[in-house]
């Protein structure tokens, strides 16, 4: 068999179903090695960047190991964006890019550039194959890396002579590893010390908090999470990547919190806990608004629960140091506190304040949703959806206007991953290629992509991807004719300065029907119920616009802007008579 014969095999011997991208001159070995592999199924995309995105959303979506492959030179730059999300955000992803022949190195030959130096700073590890007989082992090599310890992203790059030289089976076996296909193939547990130390900080709290990220969703932890905060009534707030770490529905929820997406009450509950528990989050600056929620000059006692250990104390100093996988660590935690009943019963009449506080949350957002204004109102969008939507639903959006809304205002009534928002380096144009990985990570849910028409002109061409498929997905997209993000803070920090934020409106379901697509347009709030129900009924491919009402006059639950639209509107109050 030649090298690219070789790594297939080993591909489908790992257990990998699902490979996304795209040809190039340099990977044709590993195209007709595929054509005569069955057990593995190649989605064809329209870009690169779409391939990554693809094998990101499916790996989050499924729990297994996302594949993507590009070809050399332009391919494998084009590639890397959603490699670089994926690792951020700690999912297991493997990039394969074919590349210009070992024999011709330095002579510079057509797109020769140094992958292993372009994708080292974005993976757990990089690595170039010399000669076929190195495949084997490469593979099985970076599928335990990326699938223990803190999850991430690898690559190899492929070239052509090693794809086509031949390799004798005989002396370099092949010996496939399918317990290294999904994440965490490895589950650590921190030390029994480190658990007690934790468990003693945690009954000494008078009002301790749980802040869960990604990590609880990567580990599956949800069912853990939820039996240990329900059971010591220990509210639980989530960052974004971490929705959906609890159920939002269960009374110890809060919500997410920090600067994008946390409900008016939800902040606030932070800032006063006496234990912050981290569990799986990096402390990040959007979840910890800036490091100020906790604050890092006077900062509450704290746990940090990881897998890296780069990230306990790394903000905050640790009480305990909890060195392990979020579900095995919360078990052992569980375990550990003694007394249990008495604990929740001190703590109990907390979740009574935070259950008034979320019923005047949701009441006010109600008023809001019931709107009947032109452009239609994002929570009116993001209610309707919640009415439509099953809660085993994915949406897959884009890091601009529909994250805030989505985060505070779309319950999730059942635990688990069902939204997927890139939160790691927020690169425009996610969620139209994303909601195919979706689709092949958890082909028997509802799977609906949420867009902004900022997003849409950087991948608009998985259009034709996802109709050639004719996959049953929806995609809605918020219409304001800018790049909104950026127009909102020229808006609230730049004195209405608005500069090359603004484009054309088009005719976007025209063009979705020229995809193949149904293609709808919706400008009366008093349609968007029946579009979109007749969009998710019809088991087609759609494309659904909202012209909806953009930041500067409908301000997103992004806590700095609220606080400086609040500043503003304080400096034009009328001073009243008497005053002054």
């Known amino acids: 068999m030649n090298g690219a ?22 990977g044709m070995a590993i195209y007709d090695a595929l054509y005569h592999e069955p057990a593995i199924t190649h989605v064809m995309t329209r870009d690169e960047r779409s391939a990554s995105f693809m094998a990101d959303v499916y790996a989050r ?9 590009g070809p050399s030179g332009g391919g494998a730059t084009y590639i890397v964006p959603g490699v670089a999300e994926a690792h951020g955000s700690a999912i297991s992803v493997l990039c394969l890019t074919s590349d210009t022949p070992v024999s011709q190195d330095h002579r510079g030959v057509l797109t020769e550039i140094d992958q292993v130096g372009l994708f080292r700073p974005i993976t757990k590890r990089s690595e170039r194959i010399h000669q076929p007989s190195g495949l084997p082992d490469a593979v099985r090599r970076v599928l335990r890396i990326a699938t223990t310890g803190r999850p991430g992203a690898v690559h190899l790059s492929l070239p052509e002579d090693a794809l086509s030289g031949a390799l004798d089976e005989s002396e370099n076996p092949l010996h496939p590893e399918p317990r290294f296909s999904s994440f965490p193939a490895v589950r650590q547990r921190p030390d029994p010390h480190d658990v007690e130390l934790a468990a003693a900080a945690i009954e000494g709290a008078q009002a301790p908090l749980i802040v869960a990220g990604g990590g609880v969703l990567a580990s599956r ?12 009534n220990i509210p639980v707030a989530t960052s974004i990547n971490g929705k959906g770490s609890i ?6 929820s809060i919500g997410v919190v920090g600067g994008n997406g946390a409900r008016s009450y939800a902040n606030a509950w932070v800032a006063e806990a006496d234990l912050v528990v981290f569990i799986g989050t990096r402390t990040d600056s959007t979840t910890t608004l800036g490091w100020t929620l906790p604050s890092r000059v006077e900062p509450p006692r704290s746990i940090h629960i990881d897998t890296e250990a780069k990230e306990i104390g790394n903000t905050y100093p640790s009480a305990a140091m909890l060195l392990g996988d979020a579900r095995e660590t919360l078990r052992d935690l569980s375990a550990a506190i003694r007394n249990r009943p ?54 897959v959006a884009d890091p601009g206007t529909p994250t805030p809304y989505l985060a505070a205002q779309y319950e999730l009534r059942r635990a688990g991953r069902t939204t997927v928002i890139p939160r790691a380096y927020g690169g425009l144009g996610y969620a139209l290629p994303g909601v195919v990985g979706a689709y092949y990570g958890a082909p028997d849910r509802r799977v609906v992509g949420m867009t902004g028409d900022g997003s849409y002109g950087f991948s608009v061409g998985e259009l034709e991807t996802i109709s050639r498929l004719n996959l049953p997905i929806v995609l809605i997209q918020t219409a304001n004719n800018a790049f909104g993000w950026i127009k909102e803070l020229q808006h609230v920090y730049h004195d209405d300065r608005y500069y090359s934020v603004d484009f054309h409106g088009v005719n976007y379901a025209a063009i979705a029907d020229g995809f193949g697509l149904r293609g709808y347009d919706v400008t009366d709030p008093a349609d968007l119920e029946g579009t979109l129900r ?17 930041q ?7 806590a700095a802007w609220e606080d400086a639209e609040a500043r503003r509107g304080a400096a034009r109050e009328p001073v009243a008579a008497g005053e002054g």
């Open 247 to 252: 159920a939002e529905t269960s009374p110890v």
């Open 534 to 550: 007749d969009a998710l009924a019809d088991g087609r491919p759609a494309f659904v616009n909202v012209v909806t009402e953009a």
């Open 61 to 69: 979506v499924s729990g297994r190991i996302g594949v993507c492959e």
């Open 5 to 26: 014969q070789a790594l297939v095999r080993m591909l489908a011997g790992s257990g990998i179903e699902h490979i996304f991208g795209l040809p190039g001159d340099t």
């Open 221 to 232: 932890a949800w069912d853990e999470l939820t039996a240990f905060a329900e059971g010591l």
């Open 552 to 558: 500067m006059t409908e301000t997103p639950p992004v």
């Open 342 to 395: 008495a604990i929740a019963e001190r703590w109990r009449p907390r979740l009574d304040r935070l259950a008034k506080e979320k019923a005047g949350y949701w009441a006010r957002i109600e008023q809001q949703a019931a709107s009947d204004s032109q452009p239609i109102k994002p929570q009116r969008l993001i209610k309707v959806l919640r009415s439509l939507l099953d809660d085993d639903a994915v949406i």
